[in-house]
Nanobody, 123 residues
């Protein structure tokens, strides 16, 4: 059974970079046909897919966030990370890491999820 756990600061100042890490157990981030996503849910809104990194290390980002997003992985630690630059209050959300078995942008098509971590952007 795949388990994911997010970690990172809960408070980020405007204009700074948000950095989160997802530790994975029960599967390898380099195992074939695994796609590792970041997804967020702002208060009172629906789920928003941010991007994913594939088992080969390639990445794909939401067009609306692409200019500010970077997803990377550390295979030796079996984890992957999110960096979102130049944050504003609109980036305040619960951030989730998740896994899909196909390249998916629909959050509902991910079969394994972390518990989520609240990130607030405020000075």
């Amino acid at each position: 059974q795949v388990q994911l756990q997010e970690s990172g600061p809960g408070l980020v100042k405007p204009s700074q970079t948000l950095s989160l890490t997802c530790a994975v157990s029960g599967a390898s981030v380099t195992a074939a046909y695994n796609y590792w996503s970041w997804i967020r849910q702002p208060p009172g809104k629906g789920l928003e897919w941010i991007g994913y990194i594939t088992y080969t290390g390639s990445t794909h980002y939401s067009p609306s966030l692409k200019s500010r997003t970077s997803i990377s992985r550390d295979a030796s630690k079996n984890q992957f990370s999110l960096q979102l630059s130049s944050v504003t209050a609109e980036d305040t959300a619960v951030y989730y890491c998740a896994r899909s078995r196909k390249p998916e942008m629909d959050p509902t098509r991910h079969d394994s999820w972390g518990q989520g971590t609240q990130v607030t952007v405020s000075s």
